[in-house]
């Protein structure tokens, strides 16, 4: 099971950007998809997961009204739509995948993760 995130870059504050999660492989039903991030010095963090059905999807406090969490389960393929972007939201962006857990805020819950993504916020 592979998954590769995609459509990392630099953006201007204020900007948008639309990550793409795409699974590949032995591709399994997993409860949840999630996207964390990570900071140079700084812990990796939650920034949001949606559930297979898509039917539940949450959010770190940070970007809740500026990030969208979607998916599409024909394309095997999660997303997650960044607007109003802050220099702080500058990280390596990761997707992650968790069979067992739907709604989980903790990356240790998560049993397969893609390579990260730059996003670069200038003010």
């Known amino acids: 099971v592979q998954l590769q995130a995609s459509g990392g870059g630099s953006v201007q504050a204020g900007g948008s950007l639309r990550l793409s999660c795409a699974a590949s492989?032995?591709?399994?039903?997993?409860?949840?998809m999630g996207w964390f991030r990570q900071s140079p010095g700084k812990e990796r963090e939650f920034v949001a997961v949606?559930?297979?059905?898509?039917?539940?999807?949450n959010y770190a406090d940070s970007v809740k009204g500026r990030f969208t969490i979607s998916r599409d389960n024909a394309k095997n393929t999660v997303y997650l739509q960044m607007n109003s972007l802050k220099s702080e939201d500058t990280a390596v962006y990761y997707c992650?995948?968790?069979?067992?857990?739907?709604?989980?805020?903790?990356?240790?819950?998560?049993?397969?993760w893609g390579r990260g993504t730059l996003v670069t916020v200038s003010s």
């Open positions: 992650a995948a968790s069979l067992e857990y739907s709604n989980s805020y903790y990356y240790n819950d998560y049993d397969y």
């Open positions: 492989g032995r591709t399994l039903r997993y409860s949840g």
């Open positions: 949606i559930s297979w059905s898509g039917g539940s999807t």
